[in-house]
């Protein structure tokens, strides 16, 4: 575990486990959500949310609803033929 300061509250941040650059870390005092800037000596930087390309556009296609699901067909009059 090691201790770097928090850059938005000053406060000591506890940073669990291996410390690696980018590591996410959140400020326990103020909540500050941010990352391993440098190694040696510890610094940190606000975390950037990195950019999810993988959304699409599936919230979209919600208002195509058709409103043709109920067209009757003919076959009845057809069945009825095979009768006479
Ligand atoms: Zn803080």
Redesign the pocket.
């Known amino acids: 575990m090691a201790i770097a300061n ?6 000591e ?1 506890e940073i669990m486990g291996r410390i690696t650059l980018g590591k996410k870390v959140t ?6 959500e ?1 990352e391993v800037a440098n190694v040696n000596p510890i610094e940190l930087d606000w975390a950037e949310e990195e950019y999810d390309e993988g959304w699409d556009d599936d919230d979209f296609s919600d208002e195509e609803d058709e409103e043709d699901e109920n067209i009757e067909t003919e076959e009845e009059d057809e069945f009825d033929d095979e009768w006479k």
Do not use: Y
Not at 27 to 32: I, P, T
């Open positions: 928090c850059i938005e509250c000053d406060e941040v400020c326990q005092s103020c909540g500050a941010l």
